[in-house]
């Protein structure tokens, strides 16, 4: 710091985070600037002087803030981005502020001891098995890491072989099963644990993503041996769930690791009105979810949730630490993730599930439903737009010049979310959906309300009009 204060530095930090978030509902929803843009503007010799904090930071400031995004706004419908929540984010500050190396509890009680206490509020939330262990990791693809670094290790103890300590090298293969719209990150957790993102056995899907039920049956008739069955609770474009009650049980029949993918879907079961879409989940032996999906914390936030406390330990525990703790509730961070160092995640999860609560948690839930529910419907009313799927949670998508042929249609689509995008009024982004161009919208931030989602439709509508009238000029 030298003789800068403290004070001055956070307190600038703070008016200019202040500026930002005050002012993105009003700005254009969308980054001003290209990256390349981007990268011209931050590019420069190593610096060989060093430059006074405040400075610094306004100069970051001036370099980043045309080139972000405004995933923070009310009418952000682009991938599947939580919020950050002013209260997560709050916290989060203090997290940095506080520095607090999160490896073990006695370097950092309070650290521990909020992770220990968020992580039961999450099993009670999300209505999983209390005995369950939680890691707190960056995001779902590391969740799914060490929830299937897990399932690895168990389900190879039983056929004798020991995997943290032996590897992988002439040990008993593993069959995996995997439905055909998983998503693309558990295919790379497979791949970082040696089990391969080709390797697997893939199940058959239906229109929504959906594992058929029928396949699956079918498929772990063939397997014998050490087994794990991946299953996902919110497919990312169309928000559909597995058949939890119907798939987990012939999974069980071979001795199978379940394990679900519930990075936003998981958190249905946290809204009574739509926890049924993932009932018998919780039949499982281990979850993947975020927190900076429908929970809203700052970026980055994922938790790794395990019915079986000793597997989890043993797959992540650094050289044989995995025993149980020898003070009754003590529990380390570290033992349930791959870092030792770490960021003191917990602050923010307990910050924003205090904030919520279960009432306000559910309340969101159903409200961004609703929400992408209710601007399906408009666009479903416009001639030429198509939703393809049922609006079961919060993500659809949608396909523009619907009665046009294929490669029209995919044309289209594109002309039509460029146009949304340049217009700004709201962000919603494209993807490849059964070989055909899509919109994917999702609705998942704290900020959007109904009156958010009137306006992104009414502006959706009026790009698809605008796309329209242009071609028909053209071929005049
Ligand atoms: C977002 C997502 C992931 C990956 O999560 P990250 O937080 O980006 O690591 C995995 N699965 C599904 C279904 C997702 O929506």
Redesign the pocket.
């Known amino acids: 710091m030298g003789e800068q204060s403290v004070d001055g530095l956070f307190r600038r930090a703070a008016e200019h985070a202040l500026r930002f978030r005050d002012g993105i509902s009003g700005i254009p929803q969308k980054p001003q600037v290209s990256y390349l843009a981007s990268l011209k503007g931050f590019r420069e010799p190593l610096p060989i002087e060093g430059c006074a904090g405040p400075g610094v930071i306004d100069e970051l400031v001036a370099k980043a803030e045309p080139g972000l995004h405004t995933m923070t706004g009310p009418r952000f419908f682009g991938w599947?981005i939580g919020g950050s929540h002013p209260v997560g984010v709050a916290a989060d500050w203090l997290t940095s502020a506080w520095g607090q190396n999160t490896g073990n509890h006695h370097a950092t009680p309070a650290a521990a001891a909020a992770e220990a206490v968020a992580g039961g509020w999450l099993l009670d939330l999300l209505d999983l098995p209390t005995e369950s262990s939680i890691g707190f990791v960056?995001?779902?693809?590391?969740?799914?890491f060490v929830c299937l670094a897990a399932a690895r290790g168990a389900v190879l103890r039983r056929v004798g072989w020991d995997v943290e300590g032996q590897g992988l090298f002439g040990a008993p293969p593993i069959a995996v099963l995997i439905g055909d719209d998983a998503?693309a990150?558990?295919f790379s957790a497979l791949q970082f644990l040696g089990l391969g993102h080709d390797r697997v056995i893939r199940v058959k899907t239906d229109g929504a993503g959906r594992i058929l039920t029928s396949d699956f049956a079918e498929v772990a008739g063939k397997v014998s041996g050490p087994c794990i069955a991946i299953l996902?609770a919110?497919?990312?474009n169309t928000g559909a769930f597995d058949d939890f009650e119907g798939i987990i049980p012939i999974a069980k029949e071979i001795g199978a690791w379940v394990h679900v993918?519930?990075?936003?879907?998981l958190w249905a079961r946290a809204c009574p009105q739509r926890s049924g879409l993932a009932k018998g989940v919780d039949g499982a032996d281990s979850w993947?979810t975020?927190g900076?999906?429908w929970l809203q914390t700052p970026y980055?936030c994922?938790y790794a949730i395990v019915r079986n406390e000793e597997a989890h330990r043993r797959a992540m525990t650094t050289a044989a630490s995995y025993l149980p703790p020898s003070f009754e509730g003590e529990r380390d961070p570290s033992h349930f993730v791959p870092e030792l160092s770490r960021r003191a995640r917990g602050f923010a999860t307990w910050g924003m599930i205090k904030h919520l609560g279960r009432d306000g948690i559910a309340a969101m839930v159903e409200r961004h439903c609703r929400v992408a529910h209710a601007m399906a419907e408009r666009l479903r009313s416009e001639e030429g737009i198509e939703v393809l799927n049922d609006v079961v949670l919060n993500q659809f998508l949608v396909r523009f010049g619907a009665k046009h042929p294929g490669d029209e249609a995919d044309r289209l689509t594109q002309r039509t979310i460029e146009r949304i995008q340049t217009d700004g009024v709201c962000f919603c982004g494209g993807a490849t959906w059964r070989g055909g161009k899509v919109m994917r919208v999702s609705v998942i931030s704290w900020l959007t309300d109904d009156l958010a989602g009137d306006v992104a439709a009414d502006a959706i509508i009026a790009a698809w009009r605008a796309v329209r009238a242009n071609e028909a000029s053209v071929s005049a």
């Open positions: 599947v960056t995001g779902a693809t590391v969740a799914n998503h990150t558990v996902q919110g497919q990312i993918d519930g990075a936003f879907g993947a975020d900076h999906k980055d994922g």
